[in-house]
């Protein structure tokens, strides 16, 4: 008896052991399973990704992401789709809430400086550019981009010394001659804009920047014999939606309308999964006033990219051309809420109101906008499409302000483009911190940097400042990296 329970004592204790041997065989087998599944979906992303087909990828990562949150590899490909679809907010999102988990943090910098860089938060791409130069020296595309943005606000003389540090880490890199070029080319250097164009194309003939700006420099030139077979060649070599989208744009915005049509076309057809397509083919329809299908379009590209902040501002406009001006002004507040760089929504916001008979909300909307950014307003009171109506509802101002009051006075003067006598008017209006901002704006659009501080300081001391719309605003462009200005801001949000 006792060797009967001996022996079923052991031969409980073997199979006890033998079945933790066979569930650890199997749990390491679904380990391998697991990781095999991970990597096949993956890899799956990546390839619809390649393929243009962007909406089943970011289900597929979407879904993945709500099984397992911290998925880290599938939150950086959702990422990027969002990027390519242009819903640069949402991209961001996701990269700053990884960005200290992500074992390449400068390459995951780099991608959240590029969202900014889009939205035309140039501070703030410069900043993160700047912290990726710090941790990863030798990351190339950083030091470009860093002259890309100073060559933005204009000063080129930083952009150059940024450019020439790219050219220290790798001077065959073709894109550093190409960003050369477009600085070049903005200050109206053609011919060496040329040569350095020359010389990134020699380095690499299929730089997709350097092709776009070859043709743009040949439109310039009036080279237009050469210009369309350079045109043609683009299309063979970059057979692809973003290549037939910048052709079609190419043609619309220099009046060749029928030409451009077969580029937007062939734009949907290599990509029907892509939101810029869909915004390409409306602005062709909208071009030829079928607004119908304009909005059709426009709204499908709204669809993929619900946070597509340049379509909410096109359909703004086709509304304008409707007359359906309350749901223009909706548009232009929806687009300027997901990308404040387009403030010239609150000029057209003016218009809109205007066109309803509404004039003093339409000077109010004007005056936002030239507080907003006084170089851009100037810009754009310059231009033939918007300045007229711009005159015609500043033309009314008085109708609704005091003629005595030095702050108005000094106001309209701004607004009709007479800065200098606006100066002394601003200067009498004592504790008011928007006559304060308005003087040191001025101050720093005419070099007066001690000056533009000091009247600076005093509107800070007066009233808690939006550091967002301050550092948006390119009248500030020339102090926006001195550390008495960042630090009178206050801290980031």
Same mark, same amino acid.
């Given at each position: 008896?006792?060797?009967?329970?001996?022996?079923?004592?052991?031969?409980?204790?073997?199979?006890?052991?033998?079945?933790?041997?066979?569930?650890?065989?199997?749990?390491?087998?679904?380990?391998?399973?697991?990781?095999?599944?991970?990597?096949? /979906?993956?890899?799956?992303?990546? =390839?619809?990704?390649? *393929?243009?087909?962007? =909406?089943?990828?970011? *289900?597929?990562?979407?879904?993945?992401?709500?099984?397992?949150?911290?998925?880290?590899?599938?939150?950086?490909?959702?990422? /990027?789709?969002?990027?390519?679809?242009?819903?640069?907010?949402?991209?961001?999102?996701?990269?700053?809430?990884?960005?200290?988990?992500?074992?390449?943090?400068?390459?995951?910098?780099?991608?959240?400086?590029?969202?900014?860089?889009?939205?035309?938060?140039?501070? %703030?791409?410069?900043?993160?550019?700047?912290?990726?130069?710090?941790?990863?020296?030798?990351?190339?595309?950083?030091?470009?981009?860093?002259?890309?943005?100073?060559?933005?606000?204009?000063?080129?003389?930083?952009?150059?010394?940024?450019?020439?540090?790219?050219?220290?880490?790798?001077?065959?890199?073709?894109?550093?001659?190409?960003?050369?070029?477009?600085?070049?080319?903005?200050?109206?250097?053609?011919?060496?804009?040329?040569?350095?164009?020359?010389?990134?194309?020699?380095?690499?003939?299929?730089? !997709?920047?350097?092709?776009?700006?070859?043709?743009?420099?040949?439109?310039?030139?009036?080279?237009?014999?050469?210009?369309?077979?350079?045109?043609?060649?683009?299309?063979?070599?970059?057979?692809?939606?973003?290549?037939?989208? !910048?052709?079609?744009?190419?043609?619309?915005?220099?009046?060749?309308?029928?030409?451009?049509?077969?580029?937007?076309?062939?734009?949907? /057809?290599?990509?029907?999964?892509?939101?810029?397509?869909?915004?390409?083919?409306?602005?062709?329809?909208?071009?030829?006033? +079928?607004?119908?299908?304009?909005?059709?379009?426009?709204?499908?590209?709204? *669809?993929? %990219?619900?946070?597509?902040? *340049?379509?909410?501002?096109?359909?703004?406009?086709?509304?304008?051309?409707?007359?359906?001006?309350?749901?223009?002004?909706?548009? !232009?507040?929806?687009?300027?809420?997901?990308?404040?760089?387009?403030?010239?929504?609150?000029?057209?916001?003016?218009?809109?109101?205007?066109?309803?008979?509404?004039?003093?909300?339409?000077?109010?909307?004007?005056?936002?906008?030239?507080?907003?950014?006084?170089?851009?307003?100037?810009?754009?009171?310059?231009?033939?499409?918007?300045?007229?109506?711009?005159?015609?509802?500043?033309?009314?101002?008085?109708?609704?302000?005091?003629?005595?009051?030095?702050?108005?006075?000094?106001?309209?003067?701004?607004?009709?483009?007479?800065?200098?006598?606006?100066?002394?008017?601003?200067?009498?209006?004592?504790?008011?911190?928007?006559?304060?901002?308005?003087?040191? =704006?001025?101050?720093?659009?005419?070099?007066?940097?001690?000056?533009?501080? +000091?009247? !600076?300081?005093?509107?800070?001391?007066? /009233?808690?400042?939006? =550091?967002?719309?301050?550092?948006?605003?390119?009248?500030?462009?020339?102090?926006?990296?001195?550390?008495?200005?960042? %630090?009178?801001?206050?801290?980031?949000?």
């Amino acid at each position: 008896m006792k060797k009967l329970l001996y022996f079923l004592v052991i031969s409980i204790i073997l199979l006890s052991n033998c079945s933790s041997q066979i569930s650890k065989n199997d749990a390491e087998k679904a380990a391998i399973k697991n990781e095999k599944s991970e990597s096949d /979906e993956i890899n799956e992303i990546k =390839r619809l990704i390649k *393929e243009n087909k962007l =909406r089943e990828a970011k *289900e597929i990562a979407e879904t993945k992401i709500r099984k397992d949150p911290d998925n880290i590899p599938v939150m950086l490909l959702l990422a /990027e789709i969002l990027y390519i679809q242009k819903d640069y907010l949402s991209s961001l999102e996701i990269l700053k809430n990884i960005v200290d988990k992500v074992e390449d943090k400068p390459k995951v910098l780099l991608s959240i400086g590029h969202n900014y860089y889009y939205l035309r938060e140039y501070y %703030n791409a410069l900043s993160t550019y700047k912290k990726v130069v710090e941790i990863d020296p030798m990351l190339l595309d950083a030091y470009i981009k860093i002259g890309d943005i100073y060559s933005e606000w204009g000063n080129f003389k930083k952009a150059s010394e940024w450019y020439n540090k790219a050219i220290e880490i790798d001077k065959r890199s073709a894109e550093i001659y190409v960003s050369m070029a477009k600085m070049n080319f903005e200050m109206k250097l053609i011919k060496k804009a040329q040569n350095l164009l020359k010389e990134a194309l020699y380095i690499n003939p299929m730089s !997709f920047e350097g092709r776009k700006l070859e043709i743009i420099i040949l439109y310039e030139t009036k080279n237009y014999k050469e210009l369309e077979e350079k045109a043609k060649s683009f299309i063979n070599d970059f057979n692809n939606p973003d290549g037939f989208l !910048f052709i079609g744009k190419f043609y619309l915005e220099n009046n060749k309308v029928k030409e451009s049509y077969q580029y937007f076309i062939n734009a949907l /057809e290599k990509g029907k999964e892509y939101a810029p397509s869909y915004n390409g083919m409306g602005n062709y329809y909208y071009e030829t006033n +079928d607004f119908n299908k304009s909005e059709y379009f426009y709204n499908k590209a709204l *669809e993929l %990219n619900p946070k597509y902040a *340049e379509v909410y501002y096109n359909l703004g406009l086709l509304k304008i051309k409707t007359s359906e001006y309350d749901t223009a002004i909706k548009y !232009f507040k929806k687009a300027y809420s997901l990308n404040k760089s387009l403030n010239t929504s609150l000029a057209i916001i003016g218009l809109a109101y205007y066109k309803k008979g509404e004039e003093k909300k339409a000077i109010e909307s004007v005056i936002d906008f030239y507080i907003t950014d006084a170089l851009l307003y100037s810009n754009t009171l310059r231009s033939e499409k918007y300045g007229p109506f711009i005159g015609n509802i500043v033309a009314n101002y008085w109708k609704y302000y005091d003629r005595n009051d030095n702050y108005h006075k000094a106001l309209y003067l701004l607004l009709v483009e007479s800065p200098s006598g606006a100066i002394s008017l601003l200067e009498k209006t004592k504790d008011n911190p928007i006559s304060y901002f308005l003087l040191s =704006r001025l101050y720093f659009i005419n070099n007066q940097e001690e000056k533009g501080k +000091d009247a !600076f300081l005093k509107y800070v001391n007066l /009233e808690k400042p939006n =550091r967002e719309l301050i550092l948006l605003d390119s009248s500030f462009n020339s102090v926006k990296e001195k550390e008495w200005f960042i %630090n009178s801001l206050g801290p980031k949000n």
